[in-house]
């Protein structure tokens, strides 16, 4: 019953924290706009830089970067710490949990409609707090494809299927889990594959050669 009540809280204040978004609230703040209403429409870093610019586009980091880190440290330390649970002997696997379930909350929020952002840099705040050499290494995967595309859709995506892959490596020959490989892996995989869906248009645009790259002026208003 404690594992249950573990489980229900960790997924509960994780969605309903990431719910909370970054993007929307900093725009409403600072622009007296909806961000969802300009550019690509999405409420994300991305569009938040290209349709307001770097000060709005900083702030969402921040509080993203935040937004991440707080959820799954919380988690951490009221089920490892207050709680004393611990699933597959893996202190890290409950911040596995909250990290797919906090990404479900920013792109699905229940106080916006459902209509939030796509979760790549939450994604990597998160990883942050849990794996920070996966973090690195996905982050560079990120990098070195939008260096060489110029496509920030392009970066997310091989940075998302970076996540488990390296999670799974690292954490079978590098950290040696045990068998919390497999859970966290699966649950690195869900939040990889909830990361893919929610760039289709992006992919769509891509085969059709109309997604524009980083830096263009085109998607503003």
């Not at 900093?26 to 307001?52: E, F, H």
């Not at 906090?102 to 990597?124: E, Q, R, W």
Request: hydrophobic share 50%; charged share 15%.
């Amino acid at each position: 019953m404690d594992r249950f009540f573990a489980l229900f809280f960790t997924v509960v204040f994780s969605y309903l924290f990431g719910s909370l978004n970054s993007a929307i609230i900093v725009c409403r703040l600072w622009k007296k706009q909806d961000i969802r209403d300009y550019g690509s429409k999405n409420a994300g870093l991305t569009n938040v830089l290209r349709v307001y610019g770097k000060g709005p586009a900083l702030a969402t980091l921040l509080c993203d970067l935040a937004k991440g880190v707080i959820a799954v440290v919380i988690c951490r330390l009221i089920v490892h710490r207050a709680m004393g649970i611990v699933f597959f002997d893996d202190p890290h696997f409950i911040g596995y949990v909250a990290a797919l379930f906090v990404m479900l909350g920013h792109c699905f929020p229940v106080f916006y409609g459902f209509h939030g952002g796509k979760g790549v840099l939450l994604a990597a705040t998160t990883l942050l707090a849990i794996d920070p050499l996966t973090c690195v290494l996905s982050i560079a995967v990120f990098a070195v494809l939008v260096f060489l595309t110029k496509y920030v859709s392009v970066g997310s995506v091989f940075a998302a299927v970076a996540y488990p892959t390296f999670t799974f490596i690292l954490q079978s020959f590098v950290y040696d889990k045990g068998y919390a490989v497999l859970p966290n892996t699966i649950v690195a995989l869900l939040n990889c594959i909830l990361i893919i869906y929610l760039h289709k248009p992006n992919i769509q645009r891509l085969l059709n050669g109309t997604e524009n790259k980083f830096g263009s002026k085109k998607d503003k208003k």
